[in-house]
């Protein structure tokens, strides 16, 4: 099954980049590494993801180690509705099972 | 624009209780996955459907069961409801779970009393 480790929670100032990095060992070659987010009572929301070359959109960027066993979630400028629960996670399995794990609570201070 | 819709935004149930958790989506996506969430241990994985009446248990399939008659429609079903089934249930959908994003519905808040 596919595992993923991040820190519990994090905390930025407002308006400072945030790196919020995630381990995943068990990535096989052809999974992509895929991000979201999940502000105060709602679903999860996609930001990124990735294969092996780092990403960026408009929501934030995607670097990929080289061994793809982590990867770093980047919000350039961090503004409070920012502030939600960052989970990383990579499909793997023959049918393709997803899990998520705890995740990180991102706080922005203003 | 995507869309996962779950039938019910809050449910209060009796303990014993069958209770239905309705999920459609109308992106003609073969997957399928119906989560809980808790307090401190983040979402974990239910059943996951790959195709129509195909399922797989996911992490926590104890106490649950899930139907998938059509390709748009998957149920959560809980044979009888108990005190600990009180939680948030999330729907999601993807075509592919390789490249492809998983989109969520708004969640339902069950509470079995």
């Known amino acids: 099954d596919a595992k993923t480790t991040q820190p519990n929670s994090m905390e930025s100032n407002e308006e400072e980049p945030v790196h919020l990095p995630c381990n995943h060992s068990?990535?096989?070659?052809?999974?992509?590494i895929h991000w979201y987010r999940q502000l105060p009572s709602q679903g999860p929301e996609y930001v990124i993801h990735g294969l092996t070359s780092n990403v960026n959109n408009r929501m934030a960027s995607l670097a990929i180690a080289e061994d793809r066993k982590s990867s770093t979630l980047i919000l350039h400028r961090a503004t409070l509705r920012d502030a939600a629960v960052y989970y990383c996670?990579?499909?793997?399995?023959?049918?393709?099972?997803?899990?998520f794990g705890i995740g990180t609570k991102l706080q922005v201070i203003p | 624009d995507v869309k996962v819709t779950q039938s019910s935004r809050y449910l209060v149930k009796r303990t014993g209780e069958k209770v239905f958790l309705e999920c459609v989506q109308d992106?003609?996506?073969?997957?399928m996955f119906w989560y809980r969430q808790d307090p401190g241990l983040g979402l974990r994985l239910i059943y996951f459907?790959?195709?129509?009446?195909?399922?797989e248990k996911g992490d926590i399939p104890e106490g649950y069961s899930v139907s998938r008659e059509k390709k748009e429609r998957f149920s959560l079903i809980l044979e009888s409801a108990s005190t600990n089934q009180t939680s948030m249930y999330l729907c999601a959908s993807a075509r592919d779970t390789s490249g492809n994003t998983i989109y969520f519905g708004e969640g339902s808040w069950l509470t079995v009393v």
């Open positions: 068990t990535i096989s070659g052809t999974d992509y």
């Open positions: 992106m003609d996506h073969e997957n």
């Open positions: 996670t990579h499909g793997t399995g023959g049918y393709q099972k997803v899990t």
């Open positions: 459907s790959y195709d129509v009446k195909m399922k």
